[in-house]
């Protein structure tokens, strides 16, 4: 079996055969057309970096994880349609302040942020932490590992982020203050700043 040092020279398919999550450090740091180059020849795998330069590698989510993201983005692009913004996939990664490249299950980037990049930011890792972000527990992830995620997008300028744990039933709601407050089987969640009137029903999820 492949070693960690030696996966980002390997050929597609390598990750099938290794255990995940899994974190490595490659031996040279990747550019970002390299990074973009290995997450392709490696997919569906979600690859992300870190601000230590390591990758971290997951496993594709389950149909019914796939389902609820797929939900999530819908209701997100109807509001942007009507409101403004851009809306983005896990398959969308940006370069944060720290320096790591991250993906959330859903996101939203203002018009005006968005529309101040360069065609070439726009085609790449683009620079900018969304404005609005929505993260959604899968029956592959770490709740703990979840948790730190979501401090870390708040930590790099996200102004409203929400984790969605079906199993647990909670909505957990993090602002820009530094606030964290958690919601028990909400019928729904509206936002505030920067998304105000942006309304999420999750009945149907707590009823699956």
């Known amino acids: 079996m492949a070693t960690p040092a030696q996966i980002d020279l390997m050929d597609e398919g390598v990750l099938a055969g ?4 899994l974190t490595f450090r490659p031996a040279v740091r ?3 057309h390299e990074l973009i180059a290995f ?7 979600q690859i992300e970096r870190n601000a230590k330069g390591e990758l971290e590698i997951m496993s594709p989510v389950g149909m019914d ?7 999530v983005i819908g ?13 983005f996939s896990s398959n969308g990664g940006v370069t944060l302040a720290d320096g790591s490249v991250r993906s959330a299950d859903a996101a939203w980037i203002s018009d005006a942020r968005w529309n101040a990049l360069s065609a ?5 890792f683009s620079p900018l932490c969304p404005d609005f972000l929505i993260e959604i527990l899968s029956v592959n992830d770490m709740r703990s590992r979840l948790e730190a995620k979501m401090q870390m997008w708040m930590e790099n300028g996200a102004k409203l982020a929400w984790m969605i744990d079906s199993y647990a039933e909670t909505v957990s709601i993090y602002r820009a203050d530094g606030t964290v407050e958690v919601l028990e089987r909400p019928d729904f969640v509206e936002a ?5 009137g942006f309304r999420l029903n999750l009945a149907a999820m707590w009823q699956r």
């Open 120 to 124: 070439d930011d726009q085609a790449r």
């Open 192 to 196: 505030g700043e920067p998304i105000p």
């Open 18 to 21: 290794l255990p995940m999550p």
């Open 30 to 32: 990747m550019t970002d």
């Open 65 to 71: 994880g796939a389902r609820w993201e797929a939900f």
């Open 39 to 45: 997450s392709r020849r490696n997919r569906p795998y």
């Open 75 to 87: 209701k997100l692009d109807l509001w942007a349609e009507e409101h403004g913004g851009v809306v």
